[in-house]
């Protein structure tokens, strides 16, 4: 967006629709599986305030209400998230987390703050890696 578009923007009043509420993470392994459902669908990326759905299932329409349960492998990890279904993709979906107990809360916050701190060590572990090659001094030292 060109800077007089920015300015033109923020005069108006307009909010800026394609900013998101939390920071997104993706984890691998991380499933969901739907209320009723047989089968689950893996998770594109997920935050404190909502989650994204590999799914091709033409049920979803926006402003339908979904209940979840989060899983790794087999290991149960919250159950009954209520999702507000936001977006229907090409292959996904997209949705909010609507009507979360405290506990739900803590718990998607816990989880995306973990998996933030783990992006963080990996990147700055390459920091320190691209420094030392810069340095001539081995990787391995």
């Known amino acids: ?30 499933r969901a599986k739907l209320s009723g459902k047989p089968v689950s669908v893996s998770v594109r ?10 799914s091709v299932a033409r049920e979803f329409s926006p402003g339908n209400q979904v209940v979840v349960n989060l899983f790794m492998g087999a290991k149960l990890l919250v159950a009954d998230l209520m999702i507000e279904v936001v977006r229907v993709g090409k292959g996904y979906v997209g949705g909010k987390f609507v009507q979360l107990t405290t506990q739900q809360a803590d718990f998607l916050h816990s989880l995306t703050l973990d998996e933030q701190k783990k992006l963080a060590d990996i990147k700055k572990k390459e920091g320190e890696k691209g420094e030392k090659a810069e340095n001539g001094v081995s990787a391995k030292a």
């Open 45 to 54: 990326d997920i935050s404190a305030t909502g989650i994204s759905l590999n």
């Open 1 to 30: 967006m060109s800077f007089l578009k920015k300015i033109l923007k923020v005069a108006s009043g307009k909010k800026n629709d394609d900013r998101r509420a939390a920071f997104r993470v993706e984890i691998p392994l991380l």
